[in-house]
């Protein structure tokens, strides 16, 4: 998702030079070819991401389109109050683009994850965010971003995602719709989508076919969107995020809202898994998020 | 207006009026009519509590009218108690929390830079908020990043919220500190209109400015006092204020 993102926004900022790309001095190997052909629209600003995301604010209030790139803990947390004052309260379009989002840096550590970021960038005024599942998902939401004035927050896997879509997608903020089962449905953001194909495998191999919605732009209107394709079904929504103030919460929320019929149930990365050191597949199986454990959940749910 | 909001920061707002009283005449090119142009220089208040002393300078300059000055702090009003940009051509960036300007004006600077524009930034911060990370930090970068259109004007007042500057976090040899980050530094009289002035012409590198400035100036009884960092004044002590503020100035 990274090497894509970086290709693409290369290809963006040939041919619009208020494109920039700054960075956290992260990103070897990945923006490269950025730095080397568009030297002029690239900024390493060091291991200080305070005044490089108030920096970001500065330039984007003069006109530049400034994405601002590092490993998922560093532009989040680290600067918090900047992003919420100096970009969102100002409204000034500034990119915050997160690589490697939950837990994408596994065996690095708690340090390196970035398990509680849509909670935290869903209460930020102004602020619109996407959470791609693959490289398609990622050019999609790169182009929405560019063709709204607005703060964004883009949530990156590290690299590697299967793909799940097939052709691009369009050129508005909508759910994506991988399969029309009529058995419930099983939906997720981010690249978590690659283990909820595989167990819906799992379950069309036991007679079961859910319908299958990717979510790569977060708000309300595409979560009311997923309730009215829902339809009354049950829900298993599925994120790498803990299940405090996700993605779960937020169809919570507003199906509470909307009186929502169905029932709906969460899975995502459990507290305890900070305990724990392993790869990303490791520690999301510990969450519960292996396909096996999707499909039994869901299972547990349809019944 | 601290008086009738009863919410104040009166004395660092007379501790800094000069400064902006001199960059919103001539030092600083930008006017109400140019308020929205790319090529305006920038003025960034980075010192957000000291809100009534830039609301006072950019209404008196035209930038709005001076009758909306009566909703600072009001309920419904326009202005709050730390600097809010909505609705106020001028005012570039909405502060409080300390630490935010400099890193937001190297932003600005280095657009200004990209673009091939002649235009400068102004920062105006506090000493206090010298303690912030943030400062260093965008120490580094503005020389990293050749950054000669950046000024930073420092008023050096010497007291932060609860006591002397020297006393809490020692910012002494000051002026050393910034060479060694390669600025160049130039400590003048921060209500001297001249020396500032004569300090904010001709750069060919990051510039900081130290304006030494007596906290709550103009005003005997809170000059120099840290009871006058915040404490509204009461109609007794306006009443006294203003009466030495006139006849300094007959």
């Known amino acids: 998702m990274r090497n894509s993102f970086a290709k693409h926004l290369l290809e963006i900022a040939q041919k619009d030079e208020s494109v920039l790309l700054i960075t956290g001095d992260l990103g070897y190997g990945v923006l490269d070819e950025f730095q080397k052909q568009l030297p002029k629209q690239y900024i390493n600003s060091g291991v200080a991401e305070q005044s490089m995301m108030s920096m970001a604010a500065g330039l984007a209030s003069r006109g530049y389109r400034p994405f601002v790139y590092s490993i998922a803990n560093f532009p989040t947390f680290r600067c918090l109050e900047q992003i919420r004052n100096d970009v969102c309260y100002m409204k000034n379009p500034v990119t915050v683009v997160a690589v490697g989002a939950g837990l994408g840096y596994g065996v690095h550590g708690y340090t390196h994850h970035a398990v509680e970021d849509i909670a935290i960038m869903r209460a930020m005024p102004n602020m619109q965010i996407y959470s791609p599942a693959d490289s398609i998902e990622t050019n999609y939401c790169v182009d929405l971003i560019l063709a709204n004035q607005s703060p964004a927050y883009l949530r990156l896997g590290k690299g590697g995602e299967p793909l799940i879509n097939s052709k691009p997608l369009g050129a508005e903020p909508a759910n994506v719709i991988i399969d029309q089962g009529p058995d419930g449905v099983i939906c997720w953001t981010g690249g978590i989508g690659a283990k909820a194909l595989s167990a819906s495998g799992l379950l069309k191999e036991i007679g079961i076919n859910p319908t299958l ?19 009354g079904r049950k829900i298993l929504s599925l994120e790498e995020h803990t299940l405090a103030g996700g993605f779960g919460s937020w169809i919570l929320e507003v199906a509470a809202d909307k009186g929502y019929s169905g029932q709906i149930a969460r899975l995502g990365v459990t507290r305890e898994t900070n305990t724990q050191i392993g790869t990303q597949n490791y520690l999301l199986e510990y969450s519960g998020l292996s396909p096996e454990a999707i499909s039994s959940k869901f299972q547990e749910l349809l019944n | 207006m601290t008086h009738s909001a009863q919410s104040s920061h009166v004395g660092s707002a007379l501790s800094v009026v000069d400064i902006l009283a001199v960059l919103y005449s001539g030092s600083a090119k930008v006017t109400p009519e140019t308020s929205d142009s790319p090529d305006r220089d920038c003025v ?56 935010h300007g400099l890193p937001y004006g190297l932003g600005v600077a280095l657009s200004q830079k990209k673009r091939g524009s002649s235009a400068r930034t102004f920062v105006v911060m506090s000493d206090g908020e010298c303690d912030e990370g943030t400062t260093w930090e965008s120490a580094l970068l503005a020389h990293q990043f050749g950054l000669d259109n ?10 932060q919220s609860l006591t002397f500057t020297e006393d809490t976090v020692a910012l002494e040899p000051f002026a050393d500190k910034w060479r060694a980050f390669n600025w160049s530094v130039r400590t ?36 120099n ?24 100035n007959t």
Not at chain 2, 227 to 248: C, M, N, T
């Open chain 2, 188 to 223: 003048v009289d921060g209500h001297s209109y001249e020396e500032l002035s004569d300090a904010l012409e001709n750069q060919d590198r990051p510039l900081c400015i130290i304006a030494e400035t007596t906290k709550g100036k103009g005003v005997s009884f809170m000059e």
């Open chain 2, 225 to 248: 006092k840290v009871l006058w960092h915040y404490r509204p004044p009461s109609s007794q002590d306006l009443e006294a204020a203003l009466l030495e503020l006139k006849s300094a």
């Open chain 2, 150 to 159: 950046l000024t930073v004007i420092i008023d050096r007042n010497r007291i």
């Open chain 2, 44 to 99: 960034i208040f980075s010192k957000g509590h000291a809100a009534s002393a830039l609301y006072a300078v950019l209404a008196l300059k035209g930038f709005y009218p001076l009758s909306l000055l009566e909703g600072f702090c009001a309920d419904g009003g326009q202005f709050g108690g730390h600097i809010t940009h909505h609705g106020k051509p001028g005012v570039e960036l909405s502060t409080g929390s300390l630490g």
């Open chain 1, 213 to 231: 919605i990717s979510v790569p732009v977060l708000s309300e209107k595409t979560i009311s969107q997923l309730l009215e394709t829902a339809d």
